[in-house]
């Protein structure tokens, strides 16, 4: 090599710009590298910079979750008295008179386009960044907000622009799936568990959060039921603003959401979506459900506004520790565990309606709460240890399959995110036809789901539990 040669080659290496360092932050809020698998970087930088970024997804995805939940009780509210014939003998607030079916018919849609939403809003952290798009989500929500405190003051609107009107609080279900798709690359793999499970936790919890203040709200500041939208309107707001300023973007989340299209070509992502039905499904339809359960099977809609917030409560409590567990002993076995336990606490609430017993019936609604939240913890874990499992038979061991499984399993926990709350949408439906053909009881409906939670314990063990199975122990 010419001397002219070795000096063009010099100019040229010192041209070429630094490697960039794990977790430095650069414009934009865009973090170019992240490694949270190598120890010394997670512990000296990147679990404080992933914990700042949780917390304040969680207070993104707390205040969506609220917003999708206001009907839950407002609908209680809103609900006619009527006599047998069907005659209406009292309205309820603000002049409505909506039956136990239209009830059950709104919730669903609420909880059925929040689940629907799931999909896009889980590929939009890919193509807009985890940060941005928290902003941005968390800015929609200002529609339902709005369009509830407008509606509910009208109460000769068609029940069909008021069910459109409640649909759009939707938007509060979809972004747990953007949150959940953007924490997992986030956090190692040993504490994705507990890191999931206290986002999905610190979300969940809007539900008991607005069950219990909305009744107290709608009761003050001379507005009525609009309370109920007003008083998260400027939450909402702040929710973007602590987004925008304190969560960051990365780089390795933001590609082409092609990843996320290929999870789906996996089984195991759509059986995993069915468990996920069975346990976030149970636990969103329920909190829909529960507190118009306890107004028109028992008719005790003060039991429906005061406590009906601790089945949601205890459901998000309970997540984390579910994650937790699974972290421990592996998905698997928490997650056939919790089946088997819903089974039972089904069968107890039955006995609790045939005896007519409102305390034995709330406290089995209860334990289900608790058992639906440890059960979606423990699914959720599993989801990260089967893609790993998949990255290592099907993966060629590069850093790029390694990457790119991971993606993999970030679309994955957003797509069965929207999968299963879909149960969210099937669940007030099938209470409502329930009580259509079988004499108003809700008994056939615990029953059928008892068997599905028989069926999915059983597809657990078959596929992740059994010895033998190649996905056994994750």
Do not use: C
Request: proline share 4%; net charge positive.
């Amino acid at each position: 090599m010419s001397v002219q040669d070795r000096e063009a080659s010099v100019v040229a290496a010192s041209a070429e710009p630094a490697p960039v360092a794990p977790g430095v932050v650069g414009r934009g809020r865009w973090i170019e590298r992240w490694t949270p698998e190598d120890e010394s970087f997670w512990t000296s930088a990147g679990k404080r910079i992933a914990l700042r970024n949780l917390i304040f997804s969680i207070v993104a995805e707390h205040i969506g979750f609220s917003i999708w939940m206001l009907w839950s009780i407002v609908v209680v509210r809103m609900y006619g008295t009527y006599d047998d014939a069907g005659v209406l003998i009292q309205a309820g607030a603000n002049g409505w008179a909506l039956t136990a079916e239209q009830g059950l018919t709104l919730l669903a849609v609420t909880s059925g386009v929040g689940a629907f939403l799931r999909v896009p809003y889980t590929f939009a952290v890919p193509i807009f960044g985890g940060r941005n798009w928290t902003v941005i989500s968390a800015l929609l929500l200002i529609i339902p907000t709005l369009g509830l405190a407008w509606v509910v003051g009208r109460p000769d609107t068609s029940f069909g622009v008021l069910v459109a009107i409640a649909a759009t609080a939707g938007f509060g279900g979809g972004n747990f799936a953007s949150s959940m798709a953007n924490i997992t690359f986030f956090y190692p793999d040993k504490e994705k568990g507990w890191a999931l499970g206290l986002n999905a936790a610190g979300g969940n919890i809007g539900v008991a959060v607005a069950q219990k203040l909305v009744p107290v709200a709608i009761g003050i500041g001379g507005v009525g039921l609009a309370m109920a939208g007003l008083m998260y309107l400027p939450l909402a707001v702040v929710a973007a603003v602590l987004a925008f300023l304190f969560m960051d973007n990365l780089r390795e989340a933001k590609a082409d959401p092609k990843p996320t299209a290929r999870s789906l070509r996996h089984g195991h992502t759509w059986v995993m979506a069915f468990l996920y039905v069975g346990t976030f499904g149970s636990f969103i339809g329920y909190s829909a459900a529960f507190p118009t359960l306890l107004t028109v099977v028992f008719d005790r809609p003060d039991i429906a506004l005061g406590w009906g917030f601790l089945g949601a409560l205890l459901g998000s409590l309970a997540r984390p520790y579910g994650g937790k567990l699974a972290d421990r002993f592996g998905g698997s076995r928490i997650t056939i565990i919790a089946f088997v336990l819903m089974a039972g606490a089904g069968l107890l609430a039955v006995e609790g309606i045939r005896q007519e017993s409102l305390g034995f019936f709330f406290v089995s609604f209860l334990a289900l709460f608790l058992l639906t939240g440890i059960g979606n913890g423990s699914t959720y874990r599993m989801i990260p240890s089967i893609f790993n499992r998949l990255r290592d038979v099907k993966g060629d061991g590069s850093e790029a399959s390694v990457l790119d499984f991971k993606r993999q399993s970030a679309g994955a926990v957003g797509i069965i995110s929207a999968i299963g709350a879909f149960g969210g949408f099937a669940i007030p439906f099938v209470y409502k036809y329930s009580r259509e053909w079988f004499d108003g009881s809700i008994v056939p409906a615990l029953q059928l789901y008892i068997g599905v939670f028989l069926v999915m314990a059983l597809l657990t063990w078959i596929l992740y539990v059994r010895k033998g199975a190649r996905m056994a122990g994750v």
